[in-house]
């Protein structure tokens, strides 16, 4: 049945796979068939049945229904020991890393190999690992401790861990959910180079695009069963959207045409320029301005200080963050989170589990967090009925999947999880809407609802702000698109071609690696930056400069001494109109 | 199974299972009742005729209620992952200052409480400070301030009890010495008259006091939500603008001040301070709250739980004394019962157990077939 036709016996045959959880049945009658060299691309919606079928792999769980053969043998696999010992490793979506430990030590983590009296051969240890590392052309130290190596690092930390127990079977569970594209690019080699040697990939993932470059060939699940096997090559983005779904999805980016913004920004932020504490990325004199209506997205590779603006306008920097913002004009200066949400500012943290959701608890409890004070009772107890209907009627405008308001949304699927951040920004009734991420990790039918929403916010007169490491959603969903490069603006782009360069993947990518040319000139100055936005502020990043200690000053009174603001970035048609600050 | 949440017309529907499901865990966990009625009916049936007379009952919840008093703070801090393992010394502390204001001061019972909160306050915010500006782990902090604490008790105190029944000239206790016995002498009951002819005996009318006022807290208020959503995931409590740092010294204030409120009560209970009152009472609090439901994890645990988790511990303290289980083995069962409560609150670790022990035999086969 296998669409590459092979003769061999292959590397991994699932027949008939189900499982069943208390009141669930996950998976049923699944079939998945892998060749050596083969990458099969494994597609479904949150709650399809993947990660059930892939942890039944994996060992993790034990009890399941159909036979499992490897290379024509039947085996039986209970446990993680028995996935092992068939050549089946799995990379989890959450890395499993002990960020404390160095890189060797990771690797071999409880295969250490040791001497007769039983210490660790730290040094033939730290040697096989960087022989690993250098198979992947991953240039990091074996010494050095996880939690300084980048994500994409680490990922490829995780499939040299894989190689080293001589793997004949890699499952990746969206190996890519936090990569920017170039990451993604290496990626794809490495794994290119997994197969050339034999080496059969389970490759899981929500990005079509990616599946297409890098899939020889596709299952669809959908609600526990098999619905499709397809030769990637002969197979269409639609039909594996109507496999997954079940519906044709004819619009995933609903964004209506750019509409020259009529109104004065609603948000304006001049040089700004933050150096995380935490050791984030750094941002060096950023502009920006969102309109009412307006979504703007900003690109970039990882590590180029996306996040960082909008934590920064978000008050998660408190003061630490200089530069100018006004907020409809008036002058705002992030102090907290808390002072951001009351000024109008939301928040969609780029982590929904680790930033945004108490996972514990409910559904209505996380929803209506942020917004509690528009509940609260002179007592400053929380009016419950008030509180229950305004959070249903959010989970009702989101179509949140859930069984009720009191279930935990911990067991929620990521998608209707993303659902439920959306509605706790949302609730606090915000004017300026902060994405980070907002469809990472969560299947298409919701990341299409996600897009329409934001849609029809910017239609009622929210400012967008978007961060997002795919390419093709920003271009879709933006209105303009600033690009990042180690914290500088390096590009700009609009929908409408009447008003600006025009959006697209190339243009993108160059103007976010325009780092080359920064690496090359001394650290010291932003020189090497095509374009130096912005006056004055952004260009010394470390010594506090005047503007900065302005900036540090709560007062909202002092809003004048930004009359600076009349430089107004290049290629941005609209002028700033500053009104009269009140009180 | 689910199903996309409708506008819910039919409210009249919804609401009756909502909010018994709303209700329930409020109430604590089933296992916790079914702890108690088991050792209730253990002491029914071993000793019953002194087990069931009132004046037993209501001295073994006096006996308990500081230790109850100090729980409820525990459990505030242990919901927001946190630990207070000071209480027990700062109890200590409190009921020797009590001890010493009335009996070198003479102060009026009035006085002595509030001030007795105060400092245990002061000693709260300590603790919060030390684990939220100075960054200290709150085990580390409280278990320093617990040293602390003790040290500066008996310093005060010399290391010498204090007693607190002063008799006057007269041969008789002094007003305020009448007064503040009031607060933990059984027989001496407070609201007489007005609660009938017996009134009530203090300590537990303030436990249950503290509790209902805690709980009405931690369920209704917005502060409540906030202590809920810093044990949860503090990332995302301060994205939601929750002040987070506020969040935590408030409840190790919280947690001081009760502990400063059942200082004055075991003095009272015990007529004199030790200056070792309140060892290890920091170890029946968490128990209390640990058995009531409250995980150490955060995010987690009621007032009820740790109300129903104060009265296994009580009634069990009582149920071995009637018996004369000797104290090592009252220590024992009570450790055991600890490890048993927490156990039966995760059903799915019992399931993971059950299948692992399954999934064992069943490997042992496959294996035996090759």
């Known amino acids: 049945m296998t669409t590459v036709g092979r003769v061999s016996p292959p590397l991994l045959a699932m027949r008939g796979i189900g499982k069943s959880f208390p009141g669930v049945r996950a998976l049923n009658g699944v079939d998945l068939t892998v060749h050596a060299g083969e990458v099969v691309a494994l597609l479904g919606e949150n709650g399809a049945g993947k990660s059930t079928l892939m942890n039944i792999l994996a060992g993790v769980h034990g009890d399941y229904e159909g036979t499992i053969e490897c290379q024509g043998e039947p085996v039986a696999i209970h446990s993680p020991r028995d996935a092992a010992r068939h050549g089946i490793a799995m990379i989890h979506q959450e890395l499993n890393l002990v960020p404390e430990l160095s890189v060797a030590e990771n690797v071999f983590l409880g295969r250490e190999p040791t001497t007769a009296r039983g210490t660790v051969r730290r040094k033939e240890m730290e040697a096989r690992t960087a022989e690993l590392l250098a198979g992947l052309g991953l240039d990091v130290p074996p010494r050095r401790a996880v939690k300084h190596c980048r994500i994409a690092e680490q990922q490829l930390i995780e499939v040299a861990k894989a190689l080293s127990l001589d793997v004949r079977l890699l499952v990746m569970d969206e190996p890519t959910s936090a990569l920017a594209d170039a990451e993604v690019r290496r990626l794809h080699a490495v794994i290119r180079g997994l197969t050339a040697r034999g080496v059969g990939i389970v490759y899981i993932s929500h990005r079509l695009e990616e599946l297409e470059e890098i899939a020889d060939s596709v299952t669809v699940l959908r609600d526990g069963t098999c619905t499709g096997r397809r030769a990637m090559a002969r197979t269409s983005r639609a039909e594996l959207v109507r496999l997954m779904v079940g519906r044709p999805l004819d619009e995933l980016y609903p964004r209506r045409p750019e509409q020259a913004p009529s109104t004065p920004p609603r948000l304006t932020v001049r040089g700004l320029t933050v150096t995380p504490p935490d050791g984030s990325p750094a941002v060096h004199g950023v502009d920006l301005t969102v309109a009412p209506g307006e979504i703007v997205g900003i690109a970039g590779l990882m590590g180029a200080g996306r996040s960082e603006v909008l934590q920064a306008v978000f008050g998660q920097y408190g003061t630490a963050a200089r530069g100018e913002f006004t907020l409809d004009g008036r002058r705002y200066v992030p102090r907290s989170p808390g002072h951001a949400i009351r000024s109008g500012l939301a928040l969609v943290a780029e982590d929904r589990k680790a930033q945004s959701l108490v996972l514990g608890n409910t559904v209505r409890f996380n929803s209506s967090l942020a917004a509690l004070r528009r509940f609260a009772t002179p007592w400053r107890t929380v009016r419950r009925r008030r509180e229950t209907t305004a959070v249903r009627e959010q989970m009702t405008a989101l179509a949140v999947r859930t069984p009720g308001l009191e279930n935990s949304v911990g067991l929620l699927s990521g998608g209707n999880q993303q659902k439920v951040v959306l509605a706790k920004c949302l609730l606090t009734r915000p004017g300026v809407l902060l994405v980070d991420e907002p469809t990472r990790g969560i299947d298409i039918g919701a990341k299409a609802q996600i897009h329409a929403l934001m849609d029809r916010l910017a239609a009622q007169g929210t400012a967008i702000l978007a961060v997002s490491s795919e390419l093709p959603e920003l271009i879709g969903m933006c209105d303009r698109i600033l690009v990042l490069c180690e914290g500088r603006l390096t590009g700009e782009f609009h929908r409408d071609p009447a008003r600006g360069p025009v959006a697209d993947q190339e243009a993108i990518l160059t103007a976010a690696m325009a780092r080359h040319a920064v690496a090359a000139a001394p650290a010291a100055g932003p020189a090497g930056a095509p374009r130096a936005h912005g006056a004055g502020t952004g260009a010394a990043p470390r010594p506090p400069s005047g503007t900065a200690s302005d900036a540090a000053s709560d007062t909202a009174s002092d809003a004048t001494s930004g009359t600076a603001s009349d430089a107004a970035p290049d290629t941005d048609s609209h002028e700033l109109h500053p009104k009269e600050p009140r009180s | ?370």
């Not at chain 2, 024992?332 to 035999?361: C, E, M, N, W």
Request: proline share 4%.
């Open chain 2, 1 to 370: 199974m689910t199903s996309v949440l409708k506008a819910a017309p039919d409210t009249s529907g919804a609401a009756a299972p909502g909010r018994l499901r709303r209700l329930l865990p409020l109430f604590g966990s089933l296992q916790s009742y079914i702890g108690l009625v088991l050792i209730f009916a253990v002491g029914v049936a071993t000793k019953g005729d002194i087990f069931l007379d009132q004046t037993n009952l209501t001295n073994a919840i006096g006996n308990f209620a500081s230790r109850g008093i100090l729980a409820v703070g525990v459990t505030l801090v242990i919901i927001t992952a946190g630990i207070d393992l000071s209480v027990g010394s700062l109890m200590g502390f409190a009921s020797m200052a009590a001890a010493m204001m009335l009996f070198h001061h003479d102060m009026p019972v009035w006085q002595i409480v509030p001030l007795c909160m105060l400092i245990g306050a002061a000693f709260g915010v300590v603790n919060g400070v030390g684990t939220t500006w100075l960054r200290i782990q709150s085990f580390v902090m409280t278990l320093a301030m617990l040293s602390i604490a003790r040290g500066l008790d008996r310093q005060l105190s010399d290391n010498a009890s204090v007693g607190t029944t002063v008799a006057g000239s007269d041969g008789k206790l002094t007003p305020n010495s009448e007064a503040f016995q009031s607060l933990g002498t059984p027989g001496h009951n407070v609201l007489v008259g007005i609660l009938g002819p017996d009134g009530i005996y203090f300590p537990v009318l303030a436990f249950f006091v503290v509790c209902v006022v805690f709980h009405l807290v931690l369920s209704r208020s917005r502060f409540g939500r906030h202590i809920y959503a810093v044990g949860g995931n503090p990332t995302a409590a301060r994205l939601s603008g929750i002040n987070v740092t506020f969040v935590v010294i408030a409840v190790f204030t919280l947690s001081g001040m009760l502990a400063g409120f059942a200082g004055p009560i075991d003095a009272a209970y015990s007529a004199s301070a030790d200056p070792m009152a309140g060892n290890g009472y920091e170890l029946d609090a968490i128990a209390a709250a640990v058995i009531g439901g409250a995980s150490l994890a955060g995010g987690k645990g009621t007032i009820a739980g740790t109300f129903v988790g104060s009265l296994i511990l009580t009634l069990l303290d009582n149920v071995l004394g009637l018996n004369a289980v000797s104290d090592n083995w009252q220590l024992v069962i009570k450790g055991s019962i600890v490890v048993f409560a927490v156990v039966l609150q995760r059903p799915d670790l019992l399931g993971g157990l059950r299948r692992r022990l399954t999934h064992r035999t069943r490997t042992d086969r496959s294996t035996e077939e090759k």
